[in-house]
T-cell receptor, first 113, second 115 residues
Framework: AQTVTQSQPEMSVQEAETVTLSCTYD???????LFWYKQPPSRQMILVIR??????QNATENRFSVNFQKAAKSFSLKISDSQLGDAAMYFC??????????FGTGTRLTIIP | DADVTQTPRNRITKTGKRIMLECSQT?????MYWYRQDPGLGLRLIYY???????NKGEISDGYSVSRQAQAKFSLSLESAIPNQTALYFC??????????????FGEGSRLTVL
C-alpha cells in the first residue's frame, strides 16, 4: 500500500526563524513526484514546491526548500525566515506513478509575531 | 477569472436532498479530479477522470457519482445527502506529460453542510 504520513498536526515558529515540517511515505515505486501544498485561511490550495524522485538535488523555491531522502522515504519542508503570511495548513502529496495525488493529513503552521 | 471554477462555493442542505457540485476549467487539461477534505484526514480522492470517456472511482466513492460532460466540465453528485458528507470539496485538474506533470491545479473549494 502507498501511504503518506505527516506526524505533526500542529507546529509553531517565531517570525523570522526557520521551521521544518516532516513527511514520510511508503511505496515500492522508484519513480514518482513529490509536492508540498499550502492552504491558507482562504482555503485555496497553493503549490509550494515540487520534487522529482529521480533527481538527487533537493528543490528550492526562495525561502522554501526540501530535504528529500529517498532511501529513508522522507520528504521534509524547510521554511526559512518565516513570515506571517506563511501561516497555513501544509500538505505533502505524492504521485506514485498513477497520475493521482495521495495526500498526508496536514500540519497546521502558526507564526508567532 | 480562475482557471478552475467550482459552484457553489458554499451550500447548506438537508439530509436526503440531492446535491450537485459543478466544476469547469479553462486550462485545457484532460485529467480532472474530485477530492474531499475533512479535518485531520487531509484530502481524499472521490472520483477521477482521464478523459471524457474515462471515469474512475477513488478511495471514498460510496454515496457519490460523477459526470464528465465535456473536457472542461466535471460534476459531482450526492444523490441523497447525509450529515457525514459535510466537508470541503475540491475539484482539480492536471496535465500529465506536460511540464507540470503530476501537479494538481485546484478550484477554490465548495463547502457543503448537510443538516
Amino acid at each position: 500500500a502507498q501511504t503518506v504520513t505527516q506526524s505533526q498536526p500542529e507546529m509553531s515558529v517565531q517570525e523570522a526563524e526557520t521551521v521544518t515540517l516532516s513527511c514520510t511515505y511508503d511505496t515500492s515505486e522508484s519513480d514518482y513526484y513529490l509536492f508540498w501544498y499550502k492552504q491558507p485561511p482562504s482555503r485555496q490550495m497553493i503549490l509550494v514546491i515540487r520534487q522529482e524522485a529521480y533527481k538527487q538535488q533537493n528543490a528550492t523555491e526562495n525561502r522554501f526548500s526540501v530535504n528529500f531522502q529517498k532511501a529513508a522515504k522522507s520528504f521534509s519542508l524547510k521554511i526559512s525566515d518565516s513570515q506571517l503570511g506563511d501561516a497555513a495548513m501544509y500538505f505533502c502529496a505524492f504521485d506514485f506513478g498513477n497520475e493521482k495525488l495521495t495526500f498526508g493529513t496536514g500540519t497546521r503552521l502558526t507564526i508567532i509575531p | 477569472d480562475a482557471d478552475v471554477t467550482q459552484t457553489p462555493r458554499n451550500r447548506i442542505t438537508k439530509t436526503g436532498k440531492r446535491i450537485m457540485l459543478e466544476c469547469s476549467q479553462t486550462k485545457g487539461h484532460d485529467r480532472m479530479y474530485w477530492y474531499r477534505q475533512d479535518p485531520g484526514l487531509g484530502l481524499r480522492l472521490i472520483y477521477y477522470s482521464f478523459d471524457v470517456k474515462d471515469i474512475n472511482k477513488g478511495e471514498i466513492s460510496d454515496g457519490y457519482s460523477v459526470s464528465r460532460q465535456a473536457q472542461a466540465k466535471f460534476s459531482l453528485s450526492l444523490e441523497s445527502a447525509i450529515p457525514n458528507q459535510t466537508a470541503l470539496y475540491f475539484c482539480a485538474t492536471s496535465d500529465f506529460g506536460g511540464l507540470d506533470t503530476g501537479e494538481l491545479f485546484f478550484g477554490e473549494g465548495s463547502r457543503l453542510t448537510v443538516l
